[in-house]
């Protein structure tokens, strides 16, 4: 079967590999659609060196696609069902994996796309606990969206409490703030957001964005001031990871305002005294989501009829992954995919 690796300095392959054969509680997909993640960038942009023995793993976190193979022991899937995929593994058995929470394993987790084999290839090898079912109504692209980009964005808006009582400047509108921003607006906040790149900006406005700001060209704090009478968001939730774009989100928050930081990767620098304790300001980290929440959020845009694949705007097949990286690192995209016949 084809994957494709990172080899380091925006260099990548398509190469070979042997089929994977699936063990107790193992399940093997045949991939439908795969997604790419403003993450991917991190390991397409590191050197070689820095990669270490990513160069050889199959990359892709974003995987959604049809129940092929079971092995002993599996019961929650069977073949021929459509599944997403909660991308990380843990030990099964403490209280955070039980959860569903298995990124926050205990004894460790292991992260498909970097410590195993992931997405982007015919087939990928996961254990059964990771497939989450999805409608039959959702597509395949729409699954692999919600596998990790908008399925963070979701998450993130539900720790804030978004509701149509909120303005919500969101900072950064790639696939994660894009989805913040329609998902937001679907929930009935008023939505700012915030992006240097015009076509990312006219993206969020078809997204139901309210206002958007070009921070290459306007102080955001001082325009989301101005365009809420001088208070501040309710709510802001930075998807960037760029330390002035957090720092904004946090100053841009009016007193007793949620600030939410979901962007990885990065530092920030912020007076505590002023910025966070004499605002109230309720600072909040969310990292991803639970095999529960992404069958939640399945349900959640088929119940109500969301059309999520409005954010999707590039599809290419495996082959011509060169070219969709190189594209996406442009940052003049919506959600990009990798889509199989």
């Not at 990669?51 to 892709?60: K, Q």
């Not at 992931?118 to 597509?139: H, I, K, N, Q």
Request: charged letters at 20%; glycine letters at 12%; aromatic letters at 6%.
């Amino acid at each position: 079967m084809r994957g494709v690796v990172f080899s380091g300095d925006r260099e990548l392959s398509v190469e070979e590999f042997p089929q994977p054969e699936p063990g107790p509680r193992q399940v093997v997909i045949r991939m439908e659609a795969a997604g790419l993640c403003g993450s991917d960038l991190r390991p397409y942009r590191s050197s070689p060196e820095a990669l270490g023995p990513r160069t050889s793993v199959i990359a892709g976190h974003e995987p959604c696609g049809t129940v092929e193979e079971v092995g002993a022991q599996v019961r929650k899937v069977k073949v021929g069902d459509r599944i997403m995929v909660h991308h990380y593994s843990g030990c099964g058995h403490c209280q955070h994996c039980q959860a569903g929470w298995t990124q926050l394993c205990a004894n460790g987790s292991k992260v498909y796309g970097s410590h195993a084999h992931g997405g982007f290839a015919d087939r990928e090898l996961v254990e059964d606990y990771m497939c989450v079912p999805m409608p039959d109504e959702l597509s395949f692209e729409e699954g692999a969206a919600c596998s990790c980009g908008t399925g963070t964005a979701y998450q993130a808006l539900k720790r804030l409490g978004i509701s149509g009582l909120d303005t919500l400047a969101v900072f950064g509108q790639g696939p994660v703030g894009l989805s913040a921003t329609f998902l937001g607006a679907v929930m009935g906040a008023r939505i700012i957001a915030v992006d240097p790149i015009s076509e990312r900006r006219r993206l969020a406005e078809g997204l139901g964005a309210w206002q958007t700001i070009d921070p290459s060209r306007t102080d955001p704090v001082e325009a989301i001031k101005e365009l809420t009478q001088g208070q501040g968001a309710d709510a802001s939730l930075d998807a960037t990871g760029i330390a002035e774009a957090r720092a904004n989100a946090v100053r841009s928050t009016r007193i007793w305002g949620r600030a939410c930081l979901v962007g990885e990767g990065g530092d920030v620098t912020f007076e505590p005294t002023p910025d966070i304790i004499h605002r109230q300001l309720t600072l909040i980290g969310s990292w991803t989501f639970s095999t529960g929440i992404l069958e939640e959020l399945g349900n959640f845009i088929v119940q109500r009829q969301l059309p999520l694949s409005d954010l999707i705007t590039h599809r290419f097949s495996l082959e011509h992954a060169e070219e969709a990286f190189k594209l996406f690192e442009s940052g003049a995209t919506g959600k990009v995919v990798f889509t199989w016949p």
